[in-house]
């Protein structure tokens, strides 16, 4: 594992050290590193969603309703929450 050396301010060090010291990380590492992994989760859920965005966009532009494509997004929501 490597080390990196980062300078923070005095509230941002307060901070990571109340969430270890109440047990919640182990040592300032693991916070960083928790923040680090949430932060690429995040990262790669937006590119997912600009991708369907995008795939969106070149689809063109279709012939349903409003109302009939919310329809269709109730009943596939309905059909994901019962399996």
Do not use: C, H, P
């Not at 965005?53 to 109302?67: F, I, Q, Y």
């Not at 919310?70 to 929450?81: C, I, M, N, P, V």
């Amino acid at each position: 594992m490597s080390t990196i050396t980062i300078a923070i301010s005095e509230n941002l060090r307060e901070w990571i050290s109340r969430k270890t010291q109440s047990g919640e990380y182990a040592d300032s590492s693991e916070y960083v590193s928790d923040l680090i992994r949430r932060d690429q989760e995040r990262s790669a859920k937006i590119a997912a969603m600009q991708t369907a965005v995008n795939a969106g966009l070149a689809s063109g532009v279709g012939d349903r309703t409003a109302d009939e494509l919310f329809e269709t997004a109730r009943q596939q929501a309905r059909t994901a929450g019962s399996g």
